[in-house]
């Protein structure tokens, strides 16, 4: 079982940087893909960014390319997500994802995805 805990989330004002991290326990981080996610109030949980096992590969949701960078520290079981330029459309929970494989196919597909973390909150306002 593969335990996911985020952390980094907060009130940032328009134009700013947050970093949010994702601690992985339970399972062999370096063997999965892993990907963020986001769920603004009243709607659906949706794709932001995914990283390989190998960090060879980064796909990214296209209203945040240029703003947020995945990254991962296989040594940590860390996977992060920088986010700068803010917006506060980017204001939503936060969540973390792991597959069960190193690649993935559909990085925008919730299914591909085994286990969640909780969620942090990001709040994008002045």
């Known amino acids: 079982q593969v335990q996911l805990v985020e952390s980094g989330g907060g009130l940032v004002q328009p134009g700013g940087s947050l970093r949010l991290s994702c601690a992985a326990s339970g399972g062999t981080f370096s063997s999965y893909a892993m990907g963020w996610f986001r769920q603004a109030p009243g709607k659906e949980r949706k794709f932001v960014a995914a990283?390989?096992?190998?960090?060879?590969?980064?796909f990214y949701v296209d209203s945040v390319k240029g703003r947020f960078t995945i990254s991962r520290d296989n040594a940590r079981n860390t996977v992060y997500l920088q986010m700068n330029s803010l917006k506060p459309e980017d204001t939503a929970v936060y969540y973390c994802?792991?597959?069960?494989?190193?690649?993935?196919?559909?990085?925008?597909?919730?299914?591909?995805?085994?286990?969640w973390g909780q969620g942090t909150q990001v709040t994008v306002s002045s």
């Open positions: 990283i390989n096992w190998s960090s060879s590969g980064s």
């Open positions: 994802a792991a597959t069960v494989s190193p690649d993935i196919l559909r990085p925008a597909m919730s299914s591909e995805y085994m286990y």
